[in-house]
C-alpha cells in the first residue's frame, strides 16, 4: 500500500466518521487554540510591559541615593551617618561624563495649583529643559526654559491641567499660582496619558530651583540620564558610581538604576509567566490526545470485522497500523490549523478589546502548540493502531 | 496446486483442548472445483481458514504451486492472500462507508497499484459483474445478490488462483444463490480453483469433488466422474 493510498483511504476514513472526528478536531483545537491565546496574553503583557518603559526613555540611567546593595562594612552607617543627598552640583558633574549625553535633575511633590478662579492639587516636577527629550515628553504648545528664560518663573502644564484651568483660552501666557509662587504659563504638554503609572497629563513641570524652593529643599529626588548610545550604558553607570564616590568621600552611597536592567527583570518575569500559561493550556492538549485515543480505541472495536477483511483480502499488520496512524495524523492536523486559527482569532478579540495590550502570539508557541497536538495525536494513536494490527483475521471476520 | 501435509488445528476451551483439524492430508490441484461439507464443529471453515492463511496451523505442512508456506513470514503470507487467493464470505463482509466501486478497489489498493490502473480495472469489473449502475452505492443500498456481486468481484480483480467461498448463499434466496453460484462456476471455467465450504447438500453436489469432514477429520472424499 502506498503513502498516497494510506492517507487517501484514511482521509475518506475521517470524513465518513464525521461525528466521531468532528469531536476529535475540536478537543485538539481548543487545546492548540488555548495555548495561542494564553500566550498571546502572556506575550501581550510584556510587550505592553516593555513599551510602557522604553516610552520613559531611551539609554535611560536613574541615579538615586542610598545604596541597594548589601554591604559587608559601612563605617558612616557605624558612625550614625545616613547616605548623602543628592545635590544639583553631584547633577552637574555627572553632566560633564563623556559617555553622557544630556541629564535632568528631578525633584517631585504635590502643590496647590490656582488660576481663573480654580483650584486643585497637581503633581510638581522641578526640573531642567533636558527632562522633555530624556523623558520623551512632547510639548503641544509653548517651551520650556527656552534660551534666555532660564531663570524665569515659568510653568508648563499637563494637557489635562491646561484643558481644566483655560478650557476656553490660550494656556500659554496665562499667570497661574503654585503654592506661594506666581508662574507663567510657557507651554502645554500634548496629552500622552498613562505611562507606567504615572498620568503626565495631569503633572506640571518648573525649573528645578523654583521647585527646590517651593518644597524647601537642597537635595534632588533623582537625577535622570542619558547615555550617548545603548553600549556606553555599562560604562556610564561604571563612570557615575565613580564620580559619586569620589564627590561624596570615598562612600559608595548611590544606586543608579539602568533602564535595561529592569526592563530584563521584568522581561524575565513575564517570560516565565507566559511559558507556565502556555504550559497549563498544554496539559488540555494532553487531554485531547487522551481522548483520541480512547476514540481510536473504540474505532478499533467498531471496526474489527474490517480490520479482519483487510487482512484476508491481503493487508499486512504494517498496513493496517499505517492506516490508523494516518487517521490520527490527520485528525490531529486538522485540530492543530482549526486551533490555530481559532487561536489567532482569539488573539484578534483580544487586541479589539485592549487596543492597548499587544496579544500577538509568539511564533514559538503556535509552532509548539501545533507541533505537541501532532505529536500528542501521534502518540496516542500508538496503542489503538497496534492493538488493531495485532487483530487475529479469522475472530476478526467473525466479529458482527 | 494445494498440498496439505499433516495439518492439525486446536483450540483450547479452558483446560480441555479441542481439535478442530486432525491429521488433515489433502491435494488440491490447480483447476478443481471442490465442495467441503460437514455438519456444525465438523472443521471445515477452519480448513479454509487454513487453506486461506488466515489460521495458521499447529503441525503439519502447508505447499501452495510446490512452495512451503507454512513458514512464510506475515508480510509473505499477506502476498499470496492478496496475490493468489480471493476470499468470498456468507456475509459478504463489504466495507459499509465505502461504494460497490470502492469495495472492488480495495485489493488492488493494497497492492500499490497505481490509482489510474485501478479505476480501469474496477471498471470492468462493474461490467463484468452487471454493476455499473450501482457502483456509487454503499452496501446498504444494494440488495443481498448485489453485495454478493460486489464480494465476488473485489474476491476476483486481482485475478487469483484460488477463490476460496465460505457459504457463498447462505444469506441469499434460493434464485439469487443460484445465480451467485453460476458466477463462481464460471470464474471456475476460466482455469480458477474453487473451493466452497457449504452445509448445503445441493450446492456441494455441483462441485466436481466432494469432500465430507466431521470432528475435524476427512471422511468422505469423492470425485464426480461425470466432469
Known sequence: MTLTDTLQTSFKTVVSYRVRSLLIILAMALGVAAVVVLTALGDGARNYVINQFSSIGTNLLVVLPGRAETSGSFLGAVLGQTPRDLTLKDAQLLGRLPQVRRYAPLNVGAAELSAANRLREVTVLGSTANLIPIRHMKLAQGSFLAHGTERNAQIVLGAKIANEFFPRSQAIGQRVRLGDNRFLVSGVLASQGESMGFNTDEIVIIPIDYAQALFNTTSLFRILIEAKSHSEIESAKQAILATMRQSHDGEDDTTVITQDAILATFDRVLQALTLAVAGIAAISLIVAGILVMNVMLVSVNQRTAEIGLLKAIGATSTDIRRLFFAEAVWLSLAGAILGFLLGQFGSLMLRLAYPQLPAWAPAWASIAGILVALITGILASLLPASQAARLDAVKALGKK | ?227
Do not use: W
Not at chain 2, 114 to 137: G, T, W
Open chain 2, 1 to 227: 496446486m494445494i498440498r496439505l501435509t499433516a495439518i492439525t488445528r486446536t483450540f483450547h476451551m479452558g483446560d480441555q483442548a479441542v481439535y478442530a483439524l486432525n491429521d488433515i492430508n489433502l491435494h488440491i490441484a490447480s483447476g478443481e472445483y471442490v465442495s467441503i461439507m460437514g455438519p456444525s464443529g465438523s472443521g471445515k471453515s477452519t480448513l479454509l481458514n487454513i487453506i486461506g492463511l488466515l489460521d495458521k496451523p499447529d503441525g503439519g505442512s502447508y505447499e501452495m504451486d510446490n512452495r512451503l508456506i507454512t513458514d512464510l513470514s506475515e508480510t509473505e503470507q499477506a502476498q499470496i492472500r492478496r496475490e493468489k487467493i480471493g476470499f468470498v464470505f456468507q456475509s459478504f463482509h463489504l466495507v459499509p462507508r465505502l461504494t460497490a466501486a470502492e469495495n472492488i478497489e480495495l485489493p488492488l489498493i493494497l497492492s500499490g497499484m497505481p490509482s489510474a490502473q485501478r479505476q480501469s480495472l474496477v471498471n470492468d469489473a462493474l461490467q463484468a459483474f452487471e454493476l455499473k449502475e450501482r457502483a456509487h452505492h454503499r452496501p446498504a443500498e444494494l440488495s443481498g445478490g448485489q453485495r454478493q456481486r460486489v464480494a465476488i468481484a473485489r474476491a476476483t480483480i486481482m485475478h487469483p488462483s484460488v477463490i476460496l467461498a465460505d457459504e457463498p448463499t447462505g444469506n441469499l434466496d434460493h434464485q439469487i444463490g443460484a445465480e451467485v453460484m453460476l458466477l463462481l462456476e464460471n470464474l471456475h471455467h476460466t482455469g480458477t480453483t474453487l473451493i466452497v465450504v457449504t452445509h448445503d447438500r445441493e450446492l456441494g453436489l455441483r462441485a466436481h469433488r466432494q469432500i465430507g469432514m466431521r470432528d475435524g477429520k476427512i471422511l468422505t472424499d469423492q470425485t464426480d466422474d461425470a466432469h
